[in-house]
């Protein structure tokens, strides 16, 4: 799995985690199961900003099923290092009462700024709640009371990843590959 680090990241990224091939074909997969489990359904997709906005725009692509697309966003991290607070932003506008909803998350770590947010969703009312996240982390910091992950696209280290979405700092977020950050 493990190609290279193309020249122009090598001074900020260590490693390639998820190539682009790996993570289409697994993208794709997920489309399909999504777009089998959600037919006649009408889902609303809900990506939580900023970091999935990359993964949402692939997934959706690959899904066949109808299906409509909302933000929400959630602000837990400053750099590397979890701030301990979750901000959330944009739910006075969402109306998704009855609404079979799919959160489209980037990376669940502890898994508490998704309980935070469920928490939130589901005085909103939907008919159906489900979670999908592009990448897991293995992490022994994972809280035994938040939600369940319905779908995930990849399990990973604890390690802080950067690229297709994932930043420091704001930076790197366009990389077609995941990578493991440099940390120096
Ligand atoms: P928790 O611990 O609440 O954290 O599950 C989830 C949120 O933290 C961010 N996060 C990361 N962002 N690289 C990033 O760019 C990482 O390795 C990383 N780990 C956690 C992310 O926004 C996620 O929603
Ligand atoms: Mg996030």
């Known amino acids: 799995m493990s190609s290279k680090v193309p020249e ?3 001074n ?3 490693d390639v985690l ?7 074909n697994r993208i794709r997969e997920l489309g399909k199961q999504l777009s089998l489990d959600y037919r006649n359904r009408k889902p609303v997709l809900l990506g939580v900003l900023t970091g999935s906005f990359v993964f949402l725009a692939d997934l959706i692509r690959s899904m066949n099923c109808d299906l409509e697309i909302r933000f929400m966003r959630a ?4 750099g590397t290092e979890s701030t301990g607070s979750v901000t959330i932003e944009g739910l006075e506008f969402l ?4 609404r079979d909803v799919v959160l489209v998350e980037d990376i669940v770590d502890t898994g508490l700024t998704l309980k935070w947010i469920c928490e939130k969703l589901q005085k909103l009312q939907p008919s159906s709640l489900k979670i999908c996240t592009f990448l897991s982390k293995k992490t022994s910091r994972r809280r035994a009371d938040v939600p369940k992950v319905d779908y995930v696209g990849f399990e990973c280290e604890d390690q802080f990843v950067v690229g297709y979405g994932f930043d420091c700092d704001q930076r790197l977020r366009q990389l077609d590959f995941v990578g493991i950050y440099k940390t120096s």
Do not use: A, R
């Open 95 to 98: 109306n998704i009462q009855s």
């Open 75 to 78: 602000v837990s991290y400053d």
């Open 12 to 14: 900020e990224v260590s």
């Open 8 to 10: 122009e990241w090598k």
């Open 18 to 24: 998820f190539d682009s091939e790996t993570i289409q």
